[in-house]
């Protein structure tokens, strides 16, 4: 009973944003609807892997596929997205959610859709978030998550690139950091 409560308190304490270390868990998620709401937590958004594992840089379809797809605790309207966690090349950081749509270009390539992107300028205190709720990128197009707009050159913090047919990429650029959670938080 004493774990329960343990576990149901550090969770409690992880969504209202205050840190905890890296091994409190296992985490009681029976009060989690939504685990891409409880990221939110700064020391999460600054250092993912220090909570669960991730996978760094860069993630492609099949990869999201095989090793993310369905371990974290999504509502219904969110099911089947990606989750990515950012650190953009003008030093704010956030996350988003990331799916792909249909046959987006002439080689089929689907298009990216990033839903729900939420930055912050300052983590530490929460100032002033930025939130977009769709960005859809095509294939071979760099977007800047601060402006949340398509864009070229040096302000560019993700790629969405097809290496051939069966291989899309989503990748961080320019100094950009990407790190894809590849657990729950809820073991």
């Not at 709401?37 to 991730?54: A, G, I, Q, R």
């Not at 492609?60 to 989750?83: A, C, E, F, I, T």
């Not at 950012?86 to 959610?97: A, I, P």
Request: net charge positive; aromatic share 10%.
């Amino acid at each position: 009973m004493i774990r329960h409560l343990t576990s149901a308190f550090a969770a409690i304490v992880l969504m209202a944003g205050y840190s905890t270390p890296a091994n409190a868990g296992p985490y009681d998620c029976s009060v989690v609807y939504d685990e891409f709401d409880s990221f939110m937590n700064k020391n999460f958004l600054m250092k993912p892997e220090s909570y669960v594992s991730t996978v760094q840089g860069k993630l492609s379809r099949g990869d999201y596929n095989s090793k993310q797809k369905g371990k974290l605790l999504l509502s219904p309207h969110r099911k089947g997205m990606g989750v990515a966690i950012v650190h953009t090349n003008k030093n704010t950081r956030g996350k988003f959610l990331f799916t792909w749509s249909g046959r987006g270009d002439q080689r089929g390539t689907p298009l990216m859709i990033l839903r729900d992107v939420t930055l912050f300028g300052r983590v530490e205190d929460g100032y002033r978030p930025k939130k977009f709720r769709e960005i859809r990128v095509s294939s071979s197009q760099t977007v800047d998550l601060d402006t949340g707009r398509p864009t070229q050159g040096d302000a560019a913090d993700i790629w969405y690139h097809a290496v051939d047919a069966k291989t899309i990429l989503i990748e961080a650029v320019n100094g950009a950091k990407l790190s894809f959670p590849m657990e729950t938080l809820c073991k």
